[in-house]
């Protein structure tokens, strides 16, 4: 099983959907997620990080299921901006080291 | 400009030549990764850095890869006898703290093309 997987996509989208994507992570004892944004020829941008709690930021909502070991991003209203690659991230815990490891991405285009 | 800063942008190599990449990370930023990245692919992790110290390096490097980050600030990654197959995006992030759960800040990366 790979370390962090993803849907790599391509979600095609109208303005205004709701979209959702998820990540399966294998290390139970990884213990800090987040989700990055990565536009077409750019480097990778933090989006959001995920607390076990849920969170939310204006249209972007993460979720974390440790139970099942996956992760969510849902993004509401979709706007033509939001077209890129989202890519998961997951600290793996191994012999005392947290190196910081990526998923393949989820392509999203959100169509006029 | 304070962010992180990588050097070349684009380098061209014919295979088997050695290359070497620099990366100088945001001041004062402990942790130092380095990732390659190919088309439709997310980042690979390659190893990183705590200060100094090279902490892991991933199975999939070769012993053709070396990093190096002398006393804690920039860093290099050269790759020696260069394949086709190294061609990618080389991209380096650095993050102020020691626990794996901070933001990471990226470079623009350095193309790598072998020809």
């Known amino acids: 099983r790979k370390e962090v997987e993803q849907d790599p996509g391509p979600f095609n989208v109208p303005e205004g959907a709701t979209v959702a994507f998820n990540c399966t992570y294998s290390n139970s004892a990884s213990q800090s997620f987040f989700w990055y944004r990565q536009d077409c020829r750019k480097e990778p941008k933090l989006l959001m990080s995920?607390?076990?709690s849920g969170n939310e930021d204006g249209r972007f909502t993460a979720q974390l299921n440790r139970a099942s070991q996956y992760i969510s991003l849902l993004i509401r209203d979709s706007k033509l901006s939001d077209s890129a690659t989202y890519l998961c991230?997951?600290?793996?815990?191994?012999?005392?080291?947290?190196?910081?490891?990526f998923g393949k991405g989820t392509r999203l285009s959100v169509i006029a | 400009d304070t962010g992180v800063s990588q050097n070349p942008r684009h380098k061209i190599t014919k295979r088997g030549q050695n290359v070497t990449f620099r990366c100088d990370p945001i001041s004062e930023h402990n942790r130092l990764y380095w990732y390659r990245q190919t088309l439709g692919q997310g980042p690979e992790f390659l190893t990183y850095f705590q200060n100094e110290a090279q902490l892991e390096k991933s199975r999939l490097l070769s012993d053709r890869f070396s990093a190096e980050r002398p006393k804690g600030s920039f860093s290099t990654l050269e790759i020696q006898r260069t394949e086709q197959g190294d061609s990618a995006m080389y991209l380096c992030a650095s993050t102020p703290g020691q626990w794996g759960n901070e933001k990471l800040f990226f470079g623009s990366g350095t193309q790598l093309s072998v020809l």
């Open positions: 991230v997951v600290n793996r815990i191994s012999s005392g080291n947290t190196p910081l490891v």
């Open positions: 995920v607390y076990s």
